[in-house]
């Protein structure tokens, strides 16, 4: 059991996958949980069955790639919570293909989800920490981001913007006891994985660069990323934390 004293958190991505799960991870460590996703069904889905097992959640349908949005939402949570103290910016999607193949929207879509909602939430949810002097967030990137990933530089390039801004915010926040740190999940079976976990011939290929030989689970990121948001962690900032299988030594 880890230690969490009385905390809010609010996950991005929590309608499915790995911010389901880390979602699910944190309300048993009795986190009260936000649950954020695009459509209202799905995090509405994950808040319900966390409810249904006797915690608290609530579900927010919000386009996190919109910062207008966001800052309304931001905005009317910071009036109904007395704090939210950890932030998982976890939401994101892939539009895959080769560079000379990929279009400005693919690019832009791509870009607009997983980097600058980030940017957003933390603008908004990280100041009332730096009141409380207490904090964690938690930026949800990518082995692509680490070391690349052919067919993906529109991800690779927001992932790895991800980290830049992990960093960053970590040294801006320390004065304030705010950790911030990045996971790097490698290929884990979600609906984003979907495709190829379920190809043999592909996956086959897939893992020959994972040493472990197999696909990670959503809980292998929820894990590592709830120890990133309890007491216990709070001597750790600034890091990027790979899981997954041994890819990037
Ligand atoms: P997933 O199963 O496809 O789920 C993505 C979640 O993000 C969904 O809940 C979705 O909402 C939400 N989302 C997407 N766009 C959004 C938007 N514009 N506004 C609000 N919510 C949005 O993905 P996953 O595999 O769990 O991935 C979670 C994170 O881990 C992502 O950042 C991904 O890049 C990263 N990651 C995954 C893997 C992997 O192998 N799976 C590997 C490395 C990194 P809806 O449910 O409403 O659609």
Redesign the pocket.
Known sequence: MLTFTNRTALI????????KAIAETLSRQGVTVIC????AD??GATAAAIIAAGRNAKALA????DGAAVAKAAEALLKEFPAIDILVN?????RDGLLFRMSETDWNEVIA??LPSCFHWTKHLARPMTRARWGRIVN?????GVIGNAGQANYSAA?AGMIGLTKTLAREFAGRNITVNAVA????K????TEFVNNPEVAGKVLEAVPLKRFGE?ADIANMTAYLCSDEAGYITGQVFNVDGGMAM
């Open positions: 991005t991505g929590a309608g499915r996958g790995i911010g954020v996703s695009k459509s799905s995090c919000v386009d996190v790639a976890n939401a994101g999607i892939t989800t997983n949800i990137t990518s082995v692509s992932k999940p490698g290929f884990i979600t609906d984003m994985t959503s």
